[in-house]
């Protein structure tokens, strides 16, 4: 897969969905062997948010594997939590042998890279080179033990498809949307016609799935510079959206309670869907039967989040730390936490595997979601520039287009805040 990319520091935007607390697996024997910690008991925590696929049962199978090691497993109640409490503790006390990050945290990652522990270089080459590329530092360091991506799909609702006479196979949805964003709008325009009904949930998510497209949004590579205000890509691309929200939208903020309830009533039709967001459907939308996905994304490819496991340095624990992390991150590993969450593996490796390339998804109607999103992954061609400001610039963002849906602003109004709000960061 050949990627564009600017420089070191890339990422894709993720965000998270709510998920529950303090999943613990319990140890087992006290016997040791050179792949434990030696003669005594050792206990590895792994700090996680969201749903990684890391189920009792795949670490368990580490334990069985090294005896006198527990793993135990920490779930944030959301990935805010859990950014938190690794910046407030970094280079402190208080941390996990093992910590997840996600990828918008990276600019700020990279400015204590020191704290963390280097990835060792025998296994560098297991990743795709821009997820290499992303966590390593300005000293060649990798520092991430990468985990999922989010290549990009359509999900879509195939009895709502129905009621408004579109067609429902996957293959003919998938055909149907082929195209760029104006394609996409255009096909939801028919769709809200006929129905009357929301086509997508919301301009802020349809938002994040177009800028992650844009290789250059909001900094400039090469200065660092905010160049967000300036971008006309970014402009056009908030006015494209918000125009095709006023009718198409069902004004849901992504990840808040209606939105949730979304997933299940039928609320919107359609959705941005990246491998994880299939996990967070079926969670949500428990007794639905018409959730598909097609092979599918306008304006080509498109990558919506990812992250990464890293061990802080002055862990108590950290060379077994690194042998769990290296485990958890390896092919195989991944390949099975895809099947468990929908976490798309960013190992080059399990691309070949057919334990990915012909899994299955049930829930979704059967549809072949290894292969689907193999093929979305090698869609990928644009891994967007974030720098030390992109998070502050599109959280700004995010609030703006919300404005506009929820009728506090109108569209001019709203962006005129934003530009104000952009100008006084940094």
């Given amino acids: 897969m050949t990627v564009k990319l600017s420089r070191r520091t890339t990422a894709i935007a993720a965000i998270a969905s709510a998920a529950s607390i303090a999943l613990i697996t319990a140890g087992c024997s006290p016997a040791a062997d050179a792949g434990s910690g030696g003669d005594g008991e050792i206990e590895l925590t792994v700090a996680t948010f969201n749903d990684f696929g890391y189920t009792d049962e795949l670490l368990q199978e580490y334990m069985d594997a090294n005896p006198g090691v527990t793993v135990v497993q920490n779930k944030a109640a959301t990935s805010n939590d859990a950014r938190a409490n690794y910046f407030q503790k970094l280079g402190k006390t208080g941390l996990a042998d093992v910590e997840a990050i996600e990828v918008d945290w990276l600019p700020e990652v990279m400015q204590y890279s020191d704290l963390l522990a280097e990835v060792p270089s025998d296994v560098t080459d297991r990743w795709l080179d821009w997820k290499v590329d992303a966590a390593t530092d300005a000293d060649g360091r990798l520092i991430g033990y990468g985990t999922d991506i989010g290549p990009e799909g359509v999900c879509y609702r195939s009895d709502l498809f129905a009621a408004a006479g579109l067609p429902t196979d996957r293959t003919e949805v998938a055909a149907l949307l082929e195209g760029d964003w104006a394609k996409y709008f255009e096909v939801g325009a028919q769709y809200t016609a006929a129905t009357g009904k929301a086509w997508f949930d919301s301009a802020g998510s349809t938002y994040q799935g177009m800028i992650n497209q844009v290789e250059a949004a909001y900094e400039d590579p090469d200065s660092g510079d905010i160049i967000a205000a300036d971008n006309s890509e970014v402009e056009d691309i908030y006015n494209q959206v918000l125009d095709a929200s006023a009718t198409q939208s069902a004004h849901l903020g992504q990840w808040s309670d209606d939105w949730f309830a979304g ?48 061990v802080p340095a002055n862990g108590k624990h950290v060379d077994e730390a690194q042998k769990l992390a290296d485990w958890l991150t390896a092919p195989e590993q991944q390949i099975k936490a895809f099947v468990a969450a929908g976490t798309f593996p960013s190992q080059t490796e399990a691309y070949s595997d057919t334990a990915l390339t012909e899994f299955t998804n049930d829930y979704f109607n059967g549809a072949p979601v290894g292969e689907i999103f193999t093929n979305r992954a090698k869609a990928v061609d644009v891994a967007p520039f974030k720098g030390e400001f992109y998070f502050q610039v599109n959280d700004a963002m995010q609030k703006a287009l919300t404005r506009v849906e929820d009728g506090t602003q109108d569209k001019q109004a709203s962006w005129d805040q934003w530009v104000q709000e952009v100008g006084a960061i940094g």
């Avoid at 994880?276 to 990558?303: C, H, K, Q, R, Y």
């Fill in 263 to 310: 997933v299940g009533n039928g609320a919107y039709a359609t959705m941005l869907c990246p491998g994880w967001m299939l996990g967070v459907i079926s969670g949500n939308a428990e007794g639905v039967t018409t959730w598909d996905v097609a092979d599918v994304f306008p304006n080509g490819g498109g990558n919506w989040g990812g992250s990464y496991l890293t």
